[in-house]
């Protein structure tokens, strides 16, 4: 079969760091094909270059029999290749239509078609099978609609080679359904797909073949009716990994987070809107739903980051409704948020002091009443070993770290202040798959310790993997609320997207 891609030798680095070594990549033409690698392997670099974001230090960059150099992303989109990232660069103030046709739209008398536009939008829309309205506004439509949208953007400009950048991420699993089916029919007209993915059930059903780097190098490439996620994850970390959560070892205790009626308001509608949940001693509580939907709102609500209008919350026994984020931690909550960066950590501060964060009150790192610089030096060094976490020095700033190292960093200091309670929102998100297995293992130790773990994640395997009972958000409510065992992905989906399967069946 001709190769549609061929990238030969590509060297790309950046300051101390080597991100793609020598490497070599082959596309052939109509397949779909699977990137796959830890955290920081170099995949989205590799595709960066292909796509002309980045320029490659060395080597060769062949598209269609014909050797090219992209100075800019306009160069790769001419010789037909198109990509989606995971964060969409779409105009909410405009339509679909509007968006897709930015920049290249079609012209009568001189002036706009937007009717044209729509039209053109509508017959790629159809072709494909991807559902859109192309005179609804952006900002009026679900974020999986707008990966849609992205797709259509790149077929407008005649993309021959696609390139989907952790497409599911944001989607339920009827969505990566949906986009599935529409990456098929893509491969059958002809079309090349290259999927940036981690999710090892994704490209078993979707790739027909796979390329895994590791500390970017290319160390396989693999036809995937030939391999397993066994395989495909040794060649990513180079050992097994198990990431089945070990069951619980007691039945849930008292309650240790009670949350009542609590609403928090938001743009158009509430945020959280009247929302009761309990987490028990020794227990893990999920909550699914697609970003957006209150997750992030109810957390920072019941850490006290964010107004509530109405309800109360009850940590470990104490109303801390009315209290400060000081007062609640002092309560026994501790608190891993989505925001890494502008929440979970102090960029130009070293891992001594971000790993002291909150604990700097505390009795292990204090000597006669003060903080003591060699107890926080100890404890830092502790927690650097016991997570994994690669960094030069204790020293070093946080800011310096890849997304995934300072994961590490955020996610053992909260851990490691043992409260009652802990809310984990996206643990291991940006962590690769080694980490993954670690911390899930440290999580239900805790739980096993009798903590009391609210758990968010976007990752339904996650959240199916490690919670005893599943809560569902939609549009700030609580939709859905069922023991793990009553719980599959088919179900979560349906009430993730705002279907009710129990008023449907009446």
Do not use: W
Not at 14 to 26: C, H, K, L, S
Not at 271 to 288: F, H, P, S, T
Not at 361 to 370: F, I, M, N, S, V
Not at 433 to 451: F, K, P, S, V
């Amino acid at each position: 079969m001709v190769n549609e891609i061929e990238m030969r030798g590509i060297t790309k680095t950046f300051p101390g760091v080597i991100a793609d070594d020598n490497v070599d990549f082959t596309v052939r033409k109509g397949e779909i094909h699977a990137l796959m690698g830890e955290n920081g392997a170099g995949k989205s670099i590799l595709m960066s270059q292909l796509a002309g974001i980045y320029q490659p230090d060395s080597g060769t960059i062949t598209v269609a029999g014909k050797e090219r150099k992209f100075n800019s992303p306009l160069d790769a989109i001419e010789a037909g290749i198109g990509m989606v990232f995971q964060s969409f660069k779409l105009f909410p103030s405009l339509t679909i239509a509007e968006n897709v046709v930015f920049r290249a739209e079609p012209t009568k008398r001189g002036m706009i078609d937007r009717e044209a536009a729509v039209r053109e939008v509508s017959a790629i829309a159809e072709k494909y099978g991807l559902q859109v309205d192309p005179r609804k506004k952006v900002s009026e439509v679900p974020v999986g609609v707008l990966q849609r949208v992205e797709i259509i953007k790149a077929l407008y400009r005649d993309a021959q080679v696609l390139i989907l950048d952790e497409p599911t991420a944001v989607l339920t699993p009827q969505e990566t359904q949906s986009l599935f089916e529409v990456l098929k029919a893509l491969k059958a007209d002809g079309r090349t797909i290259i999927i940036i993915t981690h999710k090892l059930s994704e490209v078993m059903s979707i790739s027909d073949r796979v390329t895994v780097l590791r500390d970017g190098k290319n160390v396989a490439e693999l036809v995937t009716a030939e391999t397993n996620p066994q395989e495909l994850t040794r060649h990513m970390t180079g050992r097994d990994v198990d990431l089945t959560a070990a069951p619980p070892t007691r039945e849930p205790g008292k309650p240790l987070l009670e949350v009542r009626g609590l609403t928090v308001p938001g743009t158009g509608r509430n945020a959280v809107d009247n929302v009761d949940l309990v987490v028990r001693e020794g227990e893990i509580v999920g909550i699914a739903g697609v970003a957006g939907n209150g997750q992030v709102e109810l957390a920072e609500a019941i850490m006290g980051m964010r107004a509530a209008t109405a309800g109360t919350v009850k940590i470990a026994g104490t109303d801390c409704s009315a209290s400060s984020i000081t007062e609640r931690r002092d309560s026994g909550i501790a608190y891993i948020p989505e925001d890494r960066h502008g929440i979970g950590s102090a960029a130009t501060a070293a891992a001594t002091d971000n790993l002291a964060l909150g604990h700097h009150r505390k009795t292990p790192l204090l000597q006669r009443g003060l903080l003591s610089r060699s107890r926080m030096v100890t404890h830092a060094k502790r927690l650097i070993e016991r997570f994994g976490v690669k960094i030069a020095s204790h020293e070093t700033p946080v800011g310096t770290l890849s997304g995934g190292n300072l994961q590490k960093i955020v996610v053992a200091r909260e851990l490691d202040a043992k409260t009652p309670v802990l809310i984990a929102e996206q643990p291991t998100r940006g962590v690769d798959i080694g980490a993954i297995e670690a911390i899930h293992r440290e999580l239900t130790q805790y739980r096993d310790n009798g903590g009391a773990l609210l758990l968010i994640s976007a990752e339904l395997s996650e959240i199916m993997s490690l919670s005893s009972r599943i809560l569902v958000m939609f549009e700030g409510k609580v939709v859905a609320d069922m023991p793990r065992k009553a719980a599959t992905e088919a179900l979560l989906g349906l009430y993730m997207a705002g279907h009710n399967p129990d008023a449907a069946a009446q």
